[in-house]
């Protein structure tokens, strides 16, 4: 018999709403396991136990009979801290933004509240979501779960450590560069950074804004379909956000038994990749060999311009973030440093207290693309090679229905390995950045181990066609035993 | 591409950071180094490709430019470091009286 804790999402939900399990207990059970766990791996930055619990119980007393718009009624999640929660600390792991209450919710969460659920707390996170370790936190390091000396992935490592934990049932991230992919595959879970524009940003503390998309980090592939038919659709108060119809994801996960039918590209610079270790590289061929077993057919595909997707999308995202993060004044909200000389002083004296190094060195390069004179150098032309980067994605979906790819190129490793050189820690994201340029939709799931670590794979698709990817994703799971897997803490 | 002092100096003004001299060097360092790295690009034909900034694919949604108060002013000035109240409060610009 499983614990609380173990069950599912959806398992939770169903239970809650067949009377079989309240929604005290179920919170009462994550908070239980937050007491247990939080020490070990520090996923969280901000909690909210009593106000959960006392939000529970009266949802418990207040049940409306009919809970069909109410699709996560008393279930348990946290939210990365770039998400605004109104009266709830919102920090993005940055001092800058340190004691500041959002006044307002973002629209996903204000989303997760109308639907039900209930929001345990804030996770951890790499400062303003630039880092893929969450080492990069100003406040802690986040541990992975299945190995406390080794990092969770990043900038999304506290959602990622929160669900393996089984601390909640479904946590939010957010993914600029494989931000919610790459710790979703380094901690053993699901997580789907979903067609840009497919959710909104209304909330969600801009890094770069053209590659920003927020997303779920599960334990099953169908409790993602659940949280994202939440959180998906149009939202006035996001310009990119899109008007395309939100379909029945459940209804496109379970349209068929099996993979017949559909094609799986392997991109070949993926696999054929120098940096690709030699037991992900066999999780993912065990995956497609299983996925071909459930009738799927797998076709050799190239993607020849991901070897200059890491500099396109550094130029690009630092550029964005060097405008986005311009706001961070010390007029508004934020730190302000204490007697300032004059105006500028305080900007200056505040940006430089309150934004930890990482940041500031992607200020500093974005500030040095947009100068005069390098301009077209590096923002224009690395926006030029996005667009070849985009149509190599889009002439490969021609020739299959999804990409098939690592996520990362090693499993988890160890704290502090790579924390003294950027680009190296740059290098790591080689799998993940050129989803983002092309905005369109990934979704990591795990697929099996190497040493004991777990290894996910990516399912890209095309624009909007997230339920293609679901059903593939839930029929690997299920036949490679990785669906509602936990780490065994 | 290489940055000397005078040009990360620049670069410090541009986005009013001021990191600690004795980080700077090294800072310098790491910012040249990831620039040298990005001139990668170069390799690759760009002739007539037009950039892509956005992977928006459908036209921006527009709607009127009404006025909606979302939050009280009470509310936004709950978290700012200095105001009166109704305002913002920053050092003075003007010098004078």
């Given at each position: ?79 990365k801290d770039v998400l ?8 993005a792991a940055s ?11 973002a629209?996903v ?14 996770n951890?996170m790499d400062e303003f979501a630039m880092g893929s370790t969450t080492?990069h ?16 992935g990043g900038s999304s490592g506290g959602s990622a ?11 939010l991230g957010s993914d600029t560069g494989g931000s919610i992919r790459q710790p979703a ?6 997580g789907i950074k979903p067609t840009y524009g497919r959710v909104s940003r209304?909330g969600l503390l801009a890094y770069a804004s053209s590659f920003d998309q927020v997303g779920?980090l ?20 996001d310009?990119t ?68 997707s890491i500099?396109s999308y550094y130029i690009l995202a630092a550029a964005e973030a060097s405008s986005n993060l ?32 990482e940041v500031?060195r992607r200020i500093?390069l974005g ?15 690395a926006?030029?090679?996005r667009?070849?980067i ?17 996520v990362s ?13 950027p680009?190296?820690m740059y290098?790591m994201d080689i799998f993940t950045l050129s989803l983002n340029l092309a905005g369109l939709p990934g979704?990591s ?13 990516q399912?890209m ?29 | ?52 900034y956005s992977p928006v ?41």
């Open positions: 018999m499983s614990e609380i804790f173990e069950l599912s999402l959806c398992e939770t939900r169903d239970a809650i709403k067949e009377g079989k399990l309240s929604a005290e207990e179920a919170t009462a059970a994550c908070l239980s396991r937050i007491n247990e766990t939080e020490p070990k791996i520090n996923a969280l930055l901000a909690r909210r136990d009593e106000e959960a619990l006392e939000q529970a119980r009266a949802m418990d007393r207040e049940r409306p009979a009919d809970l069909s718009d109410k699709p996560l009624w008393g279930v348990p999640v946290t939210v605004a929660t109104k009266g709830m600390p919102t920090t001092k800058i933004l340190e004691g500041f209450l959002s006044p307002y919710d629209l969460v204000e989303r997760l509240k109308k639907a039900g659920a209930i929001i345990l707390g804030k951890n080492e936190s100003a406040y802690k390091v986040t541990a992975n779960p299945w190995d406390v000396t080794r990092v969770p450590a929160s669900v393996a934990a089984c601390q909640c049932f479904a946590s595959s380094l901690c053993g879970c699901v209304y779920p599960t334990r099953t592939v169908e409790d993602a379909a659940a949280v994202l038919q939440v959180i998906a659709g149009h939202d006035e108060r310009s956000s899109s008007p395309v119809d939100v379909p029945d994801y459940h209804a496109a996960m379970t349209a068929q038994a099996d993979l017949s039918g559909l094609t799986l590209g392997m991109p070949r610079e993926f696999f054929g990749h120098e940096g690709l270790d030699k037991g992900v590289a066999d999780a993912c061929k065990n995956a497609v060999e299983t996925a071909k077993s459930l009738g799927a057919k797998v076709v050799e595909v190239s993607l020849p311009h991901t070897e200059y500099a311009a706001r961070y004044d010390g007029v508004r909200y934020g730190h302000r440093t204490a007697e300032p000389r004059n105006l500028e002083d305080m900007y200056t004296s505040s940006r430089t207290e309150g934004f930890g190094p500031q500093l500030s040095y693309v947009l100068s005069a004179g390098y301009y077209d150098a590096y923002y224009r032309k926006a030029q090679v667009r070849l985009r149509q190599d994605y889009l002439d490969a979906l021609k020739t299959c229905d999804m990409i098939l790819a690592p190129p090693v499993p988890a490793w160890q704290m502090g390995h790579m924390s003294d050189d680009l190296q290098f979704l799931i795990p697929v099996g181990s190497s040493n004991g670590l777990p290894v996910g794979i399912l698709g095309r624009a909007f066609d997230e339920g293609t990817l679901f059903l593939a994703g839930d029929k690997l799971t299920r036949a490679l035993c990785t669906h509602n897997q936990h780490a065994p803490m | 591409m290489s940055l000397d002092k005078n040009d990360f100096l620049h670069l410090c003004r541009l986005s009013r950071l001021a990191p600690d001299p004795a980080v700077q060097e090294e800072m310098a360092q790491q910012c040249s180094s990831i620039l040298a790295y990005m001139d990668k690009l170069a390799e690759v034909d760009t002739t007539g490709v037009e950039p892509l694919i459908h036209e921006c949604a527009f709607r009127d430019d009404t006025a909606v108060r979302r939050c009280d002013r009470a509310d936004i000035l709950a978290g700012a470091p200095a105001t009166d109240g109704a305002f913002f409060i920053v050092p003075r610009i003007v010098e004078g009286k």
